[in-house]
């Protein structure tokens, strides 16, 4: 914002063009991704080997369901958190790199979504075989929570908080 009654620049932010915010972004949002998609492809690796243990064939059907549920929000979320890579790469030099943030962005949002949906799920999942005890749910909803409020929560409240009206 410039205050041109006291001839005075005082701009918020950067003094950036928009492809350079684009670019920034881009960068900052890739470093994101990065830390996201090892996760879950750790996770999502592990799930699948499950399946090949004997143990598995003694898991109870609602826990061979939680398992095949697990597992398919797993293939989403690393679909969802590997999107932006492939957007990026099919639109490479066709001039709409803000809008691939954006988009980047959303996919990015998404395969947090699932991640957490994952988490979840292969957490209930663990803990049910683990302990057989009536207090799992109350566990895993209590992480849940948590992943909420470190993930989400903080996040929204620090934006709230500390971004400029």
Same mark, same amino acid.
């Given at each position: ?29 890739? #470093? ?31 826990? #061979? ?101």
């Amino acid at each position: 914002m410039t205050d041109t009654s006291a001839g005075v620049d005082r701009r918020r932010g950067r003094d950036e063009t928009e492809e350079e915010r684009a670019d920034r972004k881009w960068g900052e949002l890739i #470093q994101e991704v990065r830390v996201a998609q090892t996760g879950v492809q750790i996770l999502f690796g592990f799930l699948l080997t499950v399946v090949f243990t004997p143990r598995y064939a003694q898991l109870a059907d609602t826990d #061979q369901v939680i398992y095949i549920v697990t597992v398919v929000l797993g293939a989403c979320a690393t679909g969802a958190l590997i999107g932006p890579v492939s957007l990026h790469r099919l639109v490479s030099g066709r001039q709409v790199k803000p809008q691939a943030v954006v988009w980047a962005s959303r996919m990015t949002f998404v395969g947090l979504v699932l991640l957490l949906a994952t988490m979840t799920s292969s957490l209930l999942l663990i803990l049910r075989v683990a302990t057989h005890d009536g207090f799992v749910p109350y566990l895993v909803t209590a992480v849940v929570v948590w992943y909420l409020l470190m993930w989400f929560g903080v996040p929204l409240w620090t934006r709230h908080r500390y971004s400029s009206r």
